[in-house]
């Protein structure tokens, strides 16, 4: 039987098992998948030993994957670029590591504005300068897009996300002040800062100014629909919510596990959803 897990500290709140648990049963597969809790101090240790352990790998969240970056035997470009790793496997005895948050944010766009959306994007605008944000970027960057903006509260990160990712697309720091000049520009407009999250302010943005063909997307999917989304629905802007970057970031590892390639359906959606709603 082939055995998965998701590692961080804490863990109790990941919806992973039930996404993995969900395709382990509609594919009919004798597998597991589980959350470990391990402390920082103990997470070297864990990363030598899960395959001793009897594991195919697994995913990793905070606040490990810096440390999953470094100390991997093998990484991805993707990984490599954006110096974490969220995704473990074994292979010829080695432990490689992958970043998918890319992948999913990207699959998530796709799947939900269209084949070549991005050919209407000239400019884009990410707000945030996180782990999640250079994914984010990262993805974007692949796409043909004239200009990213990335304005963060802390000015220093934003100017560091940018010179780390410098190489891809056109990239350029925007002070926080000056979101609301931007906004007029964008055709794409993304929160990836915590801003919006339950028992979080809202991020307000003034989306009057903005482009009737923008999009605008969030990250955060506790609440499913932001304030920022919900403000952006009732200015009749397409909206993305984050809960399909969470979905479809799991596909790979899946896949690497347990041999299948499983689908973000209906169905799955609608049970993370209804764990969502169960929780609040
Ligand atoms: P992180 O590395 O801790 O980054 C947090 C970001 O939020 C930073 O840019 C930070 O700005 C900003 N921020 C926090 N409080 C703020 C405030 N009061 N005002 C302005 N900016 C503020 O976290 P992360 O891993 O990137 O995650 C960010 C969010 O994305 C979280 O809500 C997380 O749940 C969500 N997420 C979703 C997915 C998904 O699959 N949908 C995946 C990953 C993360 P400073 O630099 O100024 O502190």
Redesign the pocket.
């Known amino acids: 039987m082939t055995k998965a897990f998701v590692v961080g500290h804490p863990i109790k709140h990941s919806r992973s098992p039930l996404i993995h648990g969900h395709w382990l049963k509609q594919h009919g597969l004798a597998g597991s998948y589980e959350r470990i809790d391990v402390a920082p101090a103990d997470f070297p240790e864990f990363l030598k030993t899960f395959a001793a352990r009897g594991f195919a790998g697994g995913n990793v969240t905070?606040p490990h994957k810096e440390t999953a970056y470094l100390n991997v035997d093998r990484r991805t470009a993707k990984a490599e670029r954006l110096k974490a790793v969220n995704t473990l496997w074994i292979e010829d005895g080695l432990v490689w590591g992958d970043n998918t948050?890319v992948v999913?944010?990207m699959s998530h766009l796709d799947r939900s504005l269209g084949k070549s959306w991005e050919q209407a994007v000239e400019t884009a605008l990410v707000?945030?300068?996180?782990?999640?944000?250079?994914?984010i970027v990262a993805g974007l960057q692949d796409r043909p897009i004239g200009r990213i903006f990335v304005a963060?509260?802390?000015l220093s990160?934003?100017t560091e996300l940018v010179r780390d990712l410098a190489g891809g697309g056109m990239l350029e720091v925007l002070p926080?002040e000056e979101i609301g000049g931007a906004i007029a520009k964008a055709g794409l407009i993304v929160n990836?800062?915590?801003?919006?999250?339950a028992g979080?302010?809202a991020?307000d943005l003034e989306l009057a100014g903005a482009r009737s063909d923008a999009v605008v997307a969030d990250?955060?999917?506790?609440p499913l629909k932001t304030p920022l989304l919900a403000a952006a629905e009732a200015r009749h802007l397409r909206i993305v919510d984050?809960?399909?970057?969470?979905?479809h970031?799991a596909v790979p590892g899946f896949s690497r596990w347990f041999g299948v390639t499983p689908d973000v359906t209906p169905e799955l959606r609608a049970l993370i959803v209804a764990d969502i709603e169960g929780e609040r």
């Not at 707000?127 to 994914?135: D, K, L, Q, S, V």
């Not at 990250?219 to 506790?222: D, F, L, S």
């Open positions: 905070i948050d999913g944010f707000i945030g300068a996180g782990g999640a944000a250079r994914a963060n509260r802390t990160k934003a926080w990836t800062t915590s801003l919006g999250m979080q302010p991020l990250i955060v999917y506790v984050g809960l399909g970057m969470l979905l970031q």
